[in-house]
DNA sequence: TGGACTTTCTGGACTAGTCCAGCGGCTTGA
DNA sequence: TCAAGCCGCTGGACTAGTCCAGAAAGTCCA
């Protein structure tokens, strides 16, 4: 019923109790298999992979199966898929620092990339939930927000909610917002930041936000959070980031850390 | 794009046109049926949702549909399952601060936790790749090597693997590890921390590990990695943290921000 | 030449089942 | 009384299909 080349171990049964008895499972086993295939080259970053109505043929498994298989895949950030065109080997993680602003650009340029950014729209609206809990703000409250999509080397890996005040930075929308805004903010408004705090979630994108990183619909994802202070220590403005979760690598560098409490 | 109450109370279509044409998809419109549920508190926190079974009932769906289903609401960290025990109401997460060290057991109980730690081997092993990349050292040395699951409220959220070179804290195995490392390292062995780095990565985990954190293989986890320099910049010792996905919440508040590139 | 069709191929979204392993509550018997 | 064993229920892991929507490439005709 399934026959791997050579598989590990050998035998494996023709039927699926052979090899659900044998230990492994036939996800497991066909899953190592194109782990190995990944990892050895034989499927190049970037390239697509077979068909999965093809590797069903090749593993003698079902659709249902073999799918699960690329999702957990997936999920490694081994593979990525684009919608009806197939599953890709994904590239090295892009390495993102949160405690540096506005550096997406130079960064990528740093680590060898093409990086390109989409203003999606700018339009004030009423806060939402999230945000009023981050900006400790009131509901109802009306800001500005600005959504972008950055990619590199032509893949949308980032999707950005920009919140702030409207009276904050006049005439903002109407400026070219597809570079660093931060920049914008220092040199045009004479801004300086201080604290930031951000925070880092696990959770999956839908709707819109996934159709964006063309990533389909309960997609896991990585949403970084980053409120900035300004010197005076209130409130400026607020990040929402989702990035896709098989193409970021979080590194942050803590020249002195905190010292211990005295009690645990 | 909600649907909701009266989509749930009413009809419902019975054969699956109904609902495709809606325009909504059978699994979004389960989906946000069961989200609301959850918000809205029907089905309570730590509580065990009605089987996959009686689920598919009640919404004239097939099993492999709500399983599909009840994976993203795990995805997205709304609920969690236990092996063929059944799936639960998510607690709320553990919010953890990479950047201070030993505070595990303080931080839990100062969010009205029950924190608890299982040492689950200590051993001398070869250093796995991974490791050796993160303190740069070759392939193949000996380093010492502390496993650890830590859990809250009984629930494993944390898998960590410790390593360190075994000439640096001699006799460390024989005494209780089931405490804070940094501060038996600091009140044992006068041992003091300079520079850290951590990393963050979206992964899967499977085997052993995800045995540990009682969660099926090929779930999505998020693993922080961190590396610990001494005074003097060598560095002494790694973790690899394995965090249950939908368990955690990472914090940081970074006092000053890096100063902003001339260039971007 | 170039735009409009058609055909083929991809993944997406389902259904309706089967068999299995482990948890837990219930029963039964020493 | 209390352990042993049974059994029903849970999710886990599959199979073998159907139908649909969109991408891409080829075809054909103005």
Redesign the pocket.
Known sequence: ??KLPEQEGGESANT??G???GG??????IKSVLQDRIRGGIYEMGQ????????CLEF???????????IQLETEGLIY???????FVSPTRFVYNPQSRGHFTLSATQQGRTPSTVVIDTRIVTAPPRVCALLDIPEGQQLACIRRVRSINGRAILYVEHYFSPDVFPGLFERDLSVSLTELYRDVYGFDYGRMTYQIIPTAVSGDIAGLLRV???SPALLVTRVNHARDESVRDCDLEYWRHDAVLIEVDVANSSPLPSDE
Do not use: A, D, F, Y
């Not at 898929?81 to 599953?87: C, H, K, L, P, T």
């Open positions: 019923m399934k699926n109790e090899m659900r008895k492994m499972g036939r996800v497991k086993s697509r992979l077979p068909s999965e109505r093809q590797l003698e498994t079902s659709r249902v199966t073999l799918h699960e298989i690329l898929r684009e919608e009806r065109r197939g599953w389909s619909s309960g």
